[in-house]
């Protein structure tokens, strides 16, 4: 008896690495240019698989990127604040 060949759905890996990256960039976020890095590849990703259709590990990558660039701002300020703040004397 013969099996009948069931095509198994293509899925597209770029919502899976948007989540990857973005999720990565939040730990990164100490480290500068990789946090952006990351986060900057999560946004990008994420948006290429909104348009390839697979909608919710995009979204959550590109969520992820967008707050793990904005968290990166805050630490750069906060460390750009901290060298440049005068010292008591």
Request: proline share 8%.
């Amino acid at each position: 008896m013969v099996v009948p060949y069931k095509r198994v759905p293509q899925v597209s890996r770029l919502p899976m690495l948007a989540l990857i990256f973005g999720a990565l960039s939040l730990p990164l976020v100490a480290c500068f240019p990789f946090g952006a890095t990351s986060a900057v590849a999560g946004i990008v990703l994420g948006i290429l698989g909104i348009r390839a259709g697979d909608r919710g590990q995009a979204v959550a990558g590109v969520v992820f990127g967008v707050v793990g660039i904005v968290l990166q701002i805050l630490v750069w300020g906060f460390f750009t604040a901290m060298v440049d703040a005068p010292s008591p004397t």
